[in-house]
Structure formats: C-alpha cells, structure tokens
C-alpha cells in the first residue's frame, strides 16, 4: 500500500528544499582542505624535505573528498536534500545511487586521511612502543572501515 498524503502537505514538503545548505557546507569544507593541503606542501617544500607516506595518503583522501562532493553536486540535483515523498520515480533511483556512491568514496576518504594521521604520527615519534600502539590503532580503524562496508552491502 503506498503512502498518500494531502495535497496541502505535499506542497509544503515540496518547499523544504535544503540542497543549497549541501553546497554551502561543501564548498566551505573543500575549500578549507585544500588550503590546508597546500599549505602544507608548501612547508614541506620550503624545508626542503621530500613528500612521505603521510603526505601521499592525504592527497589521496582530499581526492577523495572531492569526489565525494562532486557527487554530493550531482545528487543535490536529483533529490539529496528534498523530501522522499516529493521526487519523482526516476529521481529516486538517482537519489538512491548518489546516496551508495557517496557512502563509499566517504569511508574510503576517511580511511586514506586516518592512515595520513597515522603515518604522520610514525614519523614524528620513533618509539617502538608508541609505534605499536599505532600500528593497532591502524588495525582497529581499519577494521571499522571494512565492517561499515560489510553492512552497507546488506542494506543495498
């Protein structure tokens, strides 16, 4: 049996439109990563020091981020921010795919930015009892990023 509701609460709905704050919010964050990123590249430059693990693995993840957001873009324009009840068939799917696709560039990004910080950590502290500590840190989040996957397959 499919919902209906009246045709005063559709239109409302159909006004609650908040794909605008996505861009807002997107564009802000994007915009900091990538000043951050260059920033620091710079300094590494500036110090003449060569690009390690660390550096390599938060380019990956701002690409990532990036992707991300592009098809934040894309799915605004197919429903992301709209009441469910008020796409249209066709823009649900697209809604639905926007939504898959964002949850795994997501958690990619958060894994490459997480292991950034890691090997981060690792070349600053060379204690092999710290390094441990962050070796299991590694494992464990990880670990999360493949269990979120694992459920996301269940959903989907």
């Known amino acids: 049996m499919a919902a209906t ?3 005063e609460t559709y239109m409302f709905l159909k006004s609650q439109n908040n794909g605008y704050r996505t861009y807002i919010a997107v564009g802000f964050t994007i915009g900091i990563t990538c000043i951050a990123i260059v920033l620091r590249l710079l300094a590494r430059k500036v110090q003449k020091l ?15 981020t990036i992707v991300t957001a592009g098809v934040w873009a894309w799915g605004v324009e ?3 921010g709209r009441h469910l009840f008020t796409l249209e068939p066709d823009e649900i799917i697209d809604y639905f ?3 898959f696709i964002i949850y795994q560039t997501h958690g990619l990004a958060l894994t490459a930015i997480k292991i950034s910080v890691l090997a981060f ?3 600053i502290f060379d204690t092999p009892q710290f390094r441990l500590r ?7 989040s990880n670990q999360e990023g493949l269990a979120r996957d694992a459920s996301l397959r269940t959903l989907y």
């Not at 060569?50 to 690409?63: F, V």
């Open 5 to 7: 509701i009246d045709p």
């Open 50 to 64: 060569a690009l390690g693990w660390d550096d390599y693995t938060i380019i990956l993840g701002a690409i990532l």
């Open 78 to 80: 197919r429903g992301i």
């Open 97 to 99: 795919k926007a939504d």
């Open 121 to 123: 950590y690792i070349r």
């Open 134 to 140: 962050v070796y299991l840190v590694g494992v464990l």
